[in-house]
Nanobody, 123 residues
Framework: QVQLMESGGDSVQAGVSLRLSCVASVYTYRCMGWFRQAPVNERVWVTSLDTDGGITAYADSVKGRFTISQDKAKNTVYLQMDSLKPEDTAVYYC??????????????????WGQGTQVTVSA
């Protein structure tokens, strides 16, 4: 059983930066990712990190603005969000699964989830 806990969500103005953190109880699975869910929308994949190889991938909507990184010593994954836009408003979830294959970016294919942290970006 893996427990994930996100933190760092906030209400901010457009254009500023935020950093989200996700602490894992154990670093069991190789792939760590971030999803987001806006009201009445489906939970969608944002980014993922292969914790062994360091390979990252990003959704087109955040490419160039968001950066995923890790601190293995702390079992922690970060999501640095720069140049935030109102359309980034959502609950952000951390998740983990065995591999980071692009075939498994649907939320139903991920094994463990955090409780989510709210990010609100106003114009």
């Amino acid at each position: 059983q893996v427990q994930l806990m996100e933190s760092g969500g906030d209400s901010v103005q457009a254009g500023v930066s935020l950093r989200l953190s996700c602490v894992a109880s154990v670093y069991t699975y190789r792939c760590m990712g971030w999803f987001r869910q806006a009201p009445v929308n489906e939970r969608v994949w944002v980014t993922s990190l292969d914790t062994d190889g360091g390979i990252t991938a990003y959704a087109d909507s955040v490419k160039g603005r968001f950066t995923i990184s890790q601190d293995k010593a702390k079992n922690t994954v970060y999501l640095q969000m720069d140049s935030l836009k109102p359309e980034d408003t959502a609950v952000y979830y951390c998740a983990t699964r065995s591999t980071c294959s692009a075939f498994y970016r649907h939320y139903s294919r991920w094994s463990y989830w955090g409780q989510g942290t709210q990010v609100t970006v106003s114009a």
